[in-house]
């Protein structure tokens, strides 16, 4: 069965200082990763996907298939990342898609 | 891109009553999926919604306590049943979109007391 790990439930960075969102998965196939957002009083919104290989809002993730993980990098931090950040994994031909726990990122100002 | 209208957005039950949550997108979709979200928790798959079929129900999850209807291709409902605190949750609606990105109604925040 597949399972989606992100080891922090909160991440607090300065203002201007690099981020990293960890997450883990496990699957014997193929993945299709992605990276969702929730901001506050906001719904759940995708922020970026493995394979479109895309920086939105700064952030990019690389799929790593040797250590089996999708981290969510930012250089430099700003106020407005403050989110709950979900890493997810959809397998290939079905649609259900399995959510890690959650990433609480907090930038201080 | 799907837009998804969820309601009601909050509510406050009593023990051993129920209540149905509908789901709205703006398209056609042949699977609308129903997830949970406990305080603190991630995100849990009730069940798929299949038109024209039974809902799929995932490992925990079953017909009689969550009864799901989907009379078409852009509507749905869960229903949570016999309701008890533990019930209390957000409840999510979504769909796939045709890149396979998840979409989200604003989910519905229940309390039952």
């Known amino acids: 069965a597949q399972r989606v790990t992100q080891p922090e439930k909160l991440l607090s960075v300065f203002k201007g200082a690099p981020v990293e969102l960890k997450c883990n998965y496990s699957?014997?196939?193929?993945?299709?990763l992605f990276w969702y957002v929730q901001y506050s009083r906001q719904r759940l919104q995708l922020l970026l996907r493995?394979?479109s290989r895309e920086s939105i809002k700064g952030f990019t993730a690389d799929l790593n298939k040797g250590e089996t993980s999708f981290h969510l990098k930012k250089p430099f931090a700003q106020e407005e990342d403050s989110a709950m950040y979900y890493c997810?994994?959809?397998?290939?031909?079905?649609?259900?898609?399995?959510f890690g726990t959650g990433t609480k990122l907090q930038v201080i100002p | 891109s799907a837009v998804i209208s969820q309601k009601p957005s909050r509510d406050i039950c009593q023990r051993g009553t129920s209540l149905t949550i509908q789901c709205q997108v703006d398209?056609?979709?042949?699977?609308m999926f129903w997830y949970r979200q406990q305080p603190g928790q991630s995100l849990t798959l009730i069940a798929t919604?299949?038109?024209?079929?039974?809902?799929?129900?995932e490992s925990g999850f079953v017909i009689d306590k969550f009864p799901i209807s989907r009379p078409n291709l852009t509507f749905s409902t869960l229903t949570v049943s016999n309701m008890s605190p533990e019930d209390s949750s957000i409840y999510l609606c979504?769909?796939?979109?045709?890149?396979?990105?998840?979409?989200f109604g604003q989910g519905t925040r229940l309390t039952v007391v």
């Open positions: 979504s769909v796939i979109g045709l890149r396979t990105e998840a979409f």
């Open positions: 699957y014997s196939g193929s993945p299709e």
């Open positions: 493995h394979i």
């Open positions: 997810a994994l959809r397998t290939g031909g079905y649609q259900k898609v399995t």
């Open positions: 398209s056609q979709v042949t699977m």
């Open positions: 919604a299949n038109q024209g079929s039974e809902a799929t129900y």
